[in-house]
C-alpha cells in the first residue's frame, strides 16, 4: 500500500539529512522531487498543486529557518500536509438515535461493494451492534448469492426476499428491509446496492430512488484504489447525481498507488471513512489520516499493530504464559505453538513488518517472507505427541523420522526447528531468570542467592591500621536513642521513621570488643 509514493518520498528526506541549512534552491529541489512522487503515485493535478504550494510556503517560513534541524522540521511539515490533505481526524459512522441507523452502499461494479458490506457487518458485530445485510443489488449475476455467502461467513443475517439476476425491485427490497431489521432487533442496516460498469442515467435513478425511500443516515462511496485519478471522476458524478457522506477505499492491497486516497477527500470534501486491505474479511478497519500519513512517510503505525494485537490476543492465555515464565517453568513446543498460532491471527507478517518505523528500507527483505513456513512449523508440532512437545529432548532419530513422515516435510526441517526451538528455551530460561538486569523478574532471586552464598564466606576483615580499628570500634560503641547504631538512616530495613525494623535485635558488641586480630 503506498510503496512507490513512500519509497520516492523516503528517497527525498534522506538527502535532506546531510544539509545543516536548506536553502531557496533546497526546498526548490525538494517540492519537485515530491511533485514528481505524487504524480508518479495517480494524484489529481489540481491536488498535487495545492500541496506543494502549502509545502513551499511553509518551508520558507520561520519554522524551518529557525529549527535546529531543518531536514527534521521539513519531514514534520509534510506530514502535517498529508494528514490535512487525507482528511485531518478520523471520521466515525453517526449512528440514528432511533434505530435501526441505515447504511447505504454506493459505486462503480466491480469496486468491491458486495464483499466490502460483508466486511463492514463483521466489523460492527465486533464493535457490540446487530447489522443486517440488505441485497438489492438485483441486476448483477449471482449477487445475492454472494452476500448470502458472505453473511454467513460474517455471522450476520441477510435479508434477500428476491432472487435476483434481474428478477425483483431493488427499491420494495430496501423499503420492506428496514421493516424487517425492526422486527428483528437489527440496529443497523447494510444496503447492497447495484453498480454498472460505467456511469449511466439508470444508475444514478436507481442509487437515487433507494435513497429517497430508505432516507439512510450514512452514503457510503465505494471506490477501488486501483483505478487512480479516474476515481475523481467517479466520485464527482456520484457526488452530483446521489450525493455521499463517507468514502470507502478498497484493494489498497494491490499495486494500489495511493492516489485515490489523497486525490478523492481533497477534491470531494467528503473524508475517507474505511479502508479495505485485503480479501479476508478481517481486512478491513477505520481509515486514519495520521496514521496513514505516518505509513506513507515510513514513520510506522504502532497504534493499528497494537489495536490488533489487542483484538487477536487471548488475555487469559497471556496471563498464563506470564504466570509460567515468572514460576521459572520451561518454555514448551506446546507453548511455542499457541504463542504462534496468536501471531498468525493478527494477519499476515509481511503487513505486521510494515506498521514498524523505518520498515521501507527493508521492503525486499521483507517481500521475501512467506507465511507457509509458519504454517509449516504448526504441520511439524501438531504430528508430535503431547509428550515430546512438553519435553523436546527425548525426540531421537527414529522419532523424527516419524514426525517428519507425518508432517510431509524433511528431516532435516524438523532437525532445524527442534534446534532453533532448543536455542529459544536457553533465550526463555534467561528472560525468566532477568538476565542479571535490576527490576527484571528473577532478578531478586539470583540476589538472594548470591548474597546467602557470600553471607557463607569469611567475616568482615578489620583494618591493619590501629587507629582504623579505634574508630571501627567507637562506631560500634555509640547508639542512637532508637537503639540503631549512628549513620544508619531512620527507618532502616522497612522500620518506621527513627526506628529499627520490627523484630530486629542489636547484637552484643562487648564480645566483639574483646576479639583480637
Same mark, same amino acid.
Given at each position: 500500500?503506498?510503496?512507490?509514493?513512500?519509497?520516492?518520498?523516503?528517497?527525498?528526506?534522506?538527502?535532506?539529512?546531510?544539509?545543516?541549512?536548506?536553502? *531557496?534552491?533546497?526546498?526548490?529541489?525538494?517540492?519537485?522531487?515530491?511533485?514528481?512522487?505524487?504524480?508518479?503515485?495517480?494524484?489529481?493535478?489540481?491536488?498535487?498543486?495545492?500541496?506543494?504550494?502549502?509545502?513551499?510556503?511553509?518551508?520558507?517560513?520561520?519554522?524551518?529557518?529557525?529549527?535546529?534541524?531543518?531536514?527534521?522540521?521539513?519531514?514534520?511539515?509534510?506530514?502535517?500536509?498529508?494528514?490535512?490533505?487525507?482528511?485531518?481526524?478520523?471520521?466515525?459512522?453517526?449512528?440514528?438515535?432511533?434505530?435501526?441507523?441505515?447504511?447505504?452502499?454506493?459505486?462503480?461494479?466491480?469496486?468491491?461493494?458486495?464483499?466490502?458490506?460483508?466486511?463492514?457487518?463483521?466489523?460492527?458485530?465486533?464493535?457490540?451492534?446487530?447489522?443486517?445485510?440488505?441485497?438489492?443489488?438485483?441486476? $448483477?449475476?449471482?449477487?445475492?448469492?454472494?452476500?448470502?455467502?458472505?453473511?454467513?461467513?460474517?455471522?450476520?443475517?441477510?435479508?434477500?426476499?428476491?432472487?435476483?439476476?434481474?428478477?425483483?425491485?431493488?427499491?420494495?427490497?430496501?423499503?420492506?428491509?428496514?421493516?424487517?431489521?425492526?422486527?428483528?432487533?437489527?440496529?443497523?442496516?447494510?444496503?447492497?446496492?447495484?453498480?454498472?460498469?460505467?456511469?449511466?442515467?439508470?444508475?444514478?435513478?436507481?442509487?437515487?430512488?433507494?435513497?429517497?425511500?430508505?432516507?439512510?443516515?450514512?452514503?457510503?462511496?465505494?471506490?477501488?484504489?486501483?483505478?487512480?485519478?479516474?476515481?475523481?471522476?467517479?466520485? @464527482?458524478?456520484?457526488?452530483?447525481?446521489?450525493?455521499?457522506?463517507?468514502?470507502?477505499?478498497?484493494?489498497?492491497?494491490?499495486?494500489?498507488?495511493?492516489?485515490?486516497?489523497?486525490?478523492?477527500?481533497?477534491?470531494?470534501? $467528503?473524508?475517507?471513512?474505511?479502508?479495505?486491505?485485503?480479501?479476508?474479511?478481517?481486512?478491513?478497519?477505520?481509515?486514519?489520516?495520521?496514521?496513514?500519513?505516518?505509513?506513507?512517510?515510513?514513520?510506522?503505525?504502532?497504534?493499528?499493530?497494537?489495536?490488533?494485537?489487542?483484538?487477536?490476543?487471548?488475555?487469559?492465555?497471556? *496471563?498464563?504464559?506470564?504466570?509460567?515464565?515468572?514460576?521459572?517453568?520451561?518454555?514448551?513446543? *506446546?507453548?511455542?505453538?499457541?504463542?504462534?498460532?496468536?501471531?498468525?491471527?493478527?494477519?499476515?507478517?509481511?503487513?505486521?513488518?510494515?506498521?514498524?518505523?523505518?520498515?521501507?528500507?527493508? $521492503?525486499?527483505?521483507?517481500?521475501?517472507?512467506?507465511?507457509?513456513?509458519?504454517?509449516?512449523?504448526?504441520?511439524?508440532?501438531?504430528?508430535?505427541?503431547?509428550?515430546?512437545?512438553?519435553?523436546?529432548?527425548?525426540?531421537?532419530?527414529?522419532?523424527?523420522?516419524?514426525?517428519?513422515?507425518?508432517?510431509?516435510?524433511?528431516?532435516?526441517?524438523?532437525?532445524?526447528?527442534?534446534? $532453533?526451538?532448543?536455542?529459544? @528455551?536457553?533465550?526463555?530460561?534467561?528472560?525468566?531468570?532477568?538476565?542479571?538486569?535490576?527490576?527484571?523478574?528473577?532478578?531478586?532471586?539470583?540476589?538472594?542467592?548470591?548474597?546467602?552464598?557470600?553471607?557463607?564466606?569469611?567475616?568482615?576483615?578489620?583494618?591493619?591500621?590501629?587507629?582504623?580499628?579505634?574508630?571501627?570500634?567507637?562506631?560500634?560503641?555509640? @547508639?542512637?536513642?532508637?537503639?540503631?547504631? @549512628?549513620?544508619?538512616?531512620?527507618?532502616?530495613?522497612?522500620?518506621?521513621?527513627?526506628?529499627?525494623?520490627?523484630?530486629?535485635?542489636?547484637?552484643?558488641?562487648?564480645?566483639?570488643?574483646?576479639?583480637?586480630?
Amino acid at each position: 500500500m503506498f510503496e512507490t509514493l513512500s519509497d520516492r518520498l523516503t528517497t527525498v528526506f534522506s538527502s535532506l539529512r546531510s544539509k545543516g541549512k536548506l536553502s *531557496e534552491a533546497d526546498i526548490n529541489a525538494t517540492a519537485r522531487e515530491i511533485r514528481v512522487a505524487l504524480l508518479e503515485a495517480d494524484v489529481a493535478l489540481p491536488v498535487v498543486k495545492d500541496f506543494i504550494a502549502q509545502i513551499k510556503e511553509r518551508a520558507r517560513g520561520s519554522e524551518v529557518s529557525q529549527a535546529l534541524n531543518p531536514a527534521q522540521q521539513v519531514v514534520k511539515i509534510v506530514n502535517e500536509e498529508l494528514i490535512n490533505v487525507l482528511g485531518g481526524e478520523t471520521r466515525r459512522v453517526r449512528f440514528a438515535k432511533t434505530p435501526p441507523t441505515v447504511i447505504m452502499l454506493a459505486g462503480l461494479q466491480g469496486s468491491g461493494k458486495t464483499t466490502l458490506a460483508g466486511k463492514l457487518a463483521r466489523w460492527l458485530k465486533s464493535e457490540g451492534h446487530a447489522p443486517l445485510l440488505v441485497a438489492a443489488d438485483l441486476q $448483477r449475476p449471482n449477487a445475492v448469492q454472494q452476500l448470502q455467502v458472505l453473511g454467513e461467513r460474517a455471522g450476520t443475517a441477510v435479508y434477500a426476499p428476491e432472487p435476483g439476476n434481474g428478477v425483483g425491485d431493488p427499491v420494495e427490497v430496501s423499503r420492506r428491509s428496514i421493516e424487517h431489521a425492526r422486527h428483528a432487533q437489527h440496529d443497523v442496516v447494510i444496503i447492497d446496492t447495484a453498480g454498472r460498469l460505467g456511469i449511466d442515467e439508470d444508475m444514478m435513478r436507481q442509487a437515487a430512488d433507494i435513497r429517497d425511500a430508505v432516507r439512510p443516515d450514512e452514503i457510503l462511496f465505494v471506490v477501488d484504489a486501483m483505478i487512480g485519478q479516474d476515481a475523481v471522476v467517479t466520485a @464527482q458524478a456520484f457526488l452530483d447525481g446521489v450525493g455521499f457522506d463517507g468514502v470507502v477505499l478498497t484493494k489498497l492491497d494491490g499495486d494500489a498507488r495511493g492516489g485515490a486516497a489523497l486525490s478523492v477527500r481533497h477534491i470531494t470534501g $467528503r473524508p475517507i471513512m474505511f479502508a479495505s486491505t485485503g480479501e479476508k474479511l478481517e481486512d478491513f478497519d477505520v481509515f486514519h489520516p495520521d496514521r496513514m500519513a505516518g505509513r506513507i512517510l515510513d514513520m510506522g503505525d504502532i497504534l493499528t499493530l497494537i489495536e490488533q494485537a489487542e483484538k487477536a490476543f487471548d488475555a487469559e492465555q497471556a *496471563e498464563k504464559m506470564t504466570s509460567k515464565f515468572a514460576s521459572g517453568e520451561d518454555f514448551s513446543l *506446546e507453548d511455542f505453538l499457541e504463542q504462534m498460532q496468536m501471531i498468525r491471527k493478527l494477519g499476515p507478517i509481511k503487513n505486521l513488518l510494515g506498521m514498524m518505523p523505518g520498515m521501507g528500507q527493508m $521492503r525486499q527483505q521483507i517481500d521475501q517472507i512467506d507465511d507457509r513456513d509458519l504454517d509449516r512449523i504448526g504441520g511439524i508440532i501438531n504430528s508430535m505427541t503431547p509428550e515430546e512437545r512438553q519435553n523436546p529432548k527425548i525426540i531421537n532419530g527414529s522419532r523424527r523420522a516419524r514426525i517428519a513422515r507425518g508432517s510431509g516435510v524433511s528431516v532435516t526441517e524438523v532437525n532445524n526447528l527442534v534446534t $532453533r526451538f532448543f536455542d529459544a @528455551q536457553k533465550m526463555m530460561r534467561q528472560v525468566a531468570g532477568g538476565m542479571g538486569i535490576p527490576g527484571m523478574p528473577g532478578t531478586r532471586r539470583k540476589q538472594a542467592k548470591a548474597a546467602a552464598k557470600k553471607g557463607k564466606g569469611k567475616g568482615k576483615q578489620r583494618s591493619g591500621d590501629p587507629r582504623k580499628r579505634a574508630q571501627e570500634a567507637a562506631g560500634k560503641k555509640t @547508639q542512637r536513642a532508637d537503639g540503631a547504631p @549512628q549513620g544508619l538512616p531512620p527507618g532502616l530495613g522497612g522500620g518506621l521513621p527513627g526506628q529499627l525494623p520490627p523484630g530486629f535485635q542489636m547484637p552484643d558488641l562487648s564480645k566483639l570488643q574483646g576479639k583480637k586480630k
